[in-house]
T-cell receptor, first 114, second 112 residues
Framework: DTAVSQTPKYLVTQMGNDKSIKCEQNLGHDTMYWYKQDSKKFLKIMFSYNNKELIINETVPNRFSPKSPDKAHLNLHINSLELGDSAVYFC?????????????FGSGTQLSVL | DAKTTQPTSMDCAEGRAANLPCNHSTISGNEYVYWYRQIHSQGPQYIIHGLKNNETNEMASLIITEDRKSSTLILPHATLRDTAVYYCIVPKRSGGYQKVTFGTGTKLQVIP
């Protein structure tokens, strides 16, 4: 079983559309994240949720709205897509501890905005 | 975050040990050093982490200097599948939560 799974793997859409990316983890972790990797391969944190509560919210346009229906799921909804939103989006999860908080990543969703 | 500095790229011959250095001179006494890698087109993968003692697991060894200002990740017998970008990270903790920020990492090329 895949520990952190994202769908879809590829997403091609037109500017102005609204789209969602889904993420699920079966590791029993309490914290989930969204990262964005742009064309220059820079991996940047966007959001983090702990037990459905938003704990990290970087300077991301409010067109991006994460939603966590339960601690095993963290979805990302993007409104009014722009060309600059084209990137690979990675979901990750971890179990909150002081000394051993490893991140487990999904395989990514490649978003192309035309 | 405690800033980390890594070489941009390194080459290693297949079968030899790959030693990847990282400087983290501003690390605090209770902050851990984590290493992740990203193989082309895949999600980042956790490798190893440590506080002040050297650590070893099935993937790699981590050597941390006594003053904790630098560390070295060692892949004892590099294979072609170890070609990847390797990230040395010192997560920031705030309010009991960690924030893992990726830098530019070291691009390791394992050469046949």
């Amino acid at each position: 079983d895949t520990a952190v799974s994202q769908t879809p793997k590829y997403l091609v859409t037109q500017m102005g559309n609204d789209k969602s990316i889904k993420c699920e983890q079966n590791l029993g972790h309490d914290t989930m994240y969204w990262y964005k990797q742009d064309s220059k391969k820079f991996l940047k944190i966007m959001f983090s949720y702990n037990n459905k509560e938003l704990i990290i919210n970087e300077t991301v346009p409010n067109r991006f709205s994460p939603k966590s229906p339960d601690k095993a799921h963290l979805n990302l909804h993007i409104n009014s897509l722009e060309l600059g939103d084209s990137a690979v989006y990675f979901c990750a999860s971890s179990q909150r501890t002081v000394s051993n908080e490893k991140l487990f990543f999904g395989s990514g969703t490649q978003l192309s905005v035309l | 975050d405690a800033k980390t500095t890594q070489p941009t790229s390194m080459d290693c011959a297949e079968g030899r040990a790959a030693n990847l250095p990282c400087n983290h001179s501003t690390i605090s006494g209770n902050e851990y050093v984590y290493w992740y890698r990203q193989i082309h087109s895949q999600g980042p993968q956790y490798i190893i982490h440590g506080l002040k003692n050297n650590e070893t697991n099935e993937m790699a060894s981590l050597i941390i200097t006594e003053d904790r200002k630098s560390s070295t990740l060692i892949l004892p017998h590099a294979t072609l599948r170890d070609t990847a970008v390797y990230y040395c990270i010192v997560p920031k903790r705030s309010g009991g939560y960690q924030k893992v920020t990726f830098g530019t990492g070291t691009k390791l090329q394992v050469i046949p």
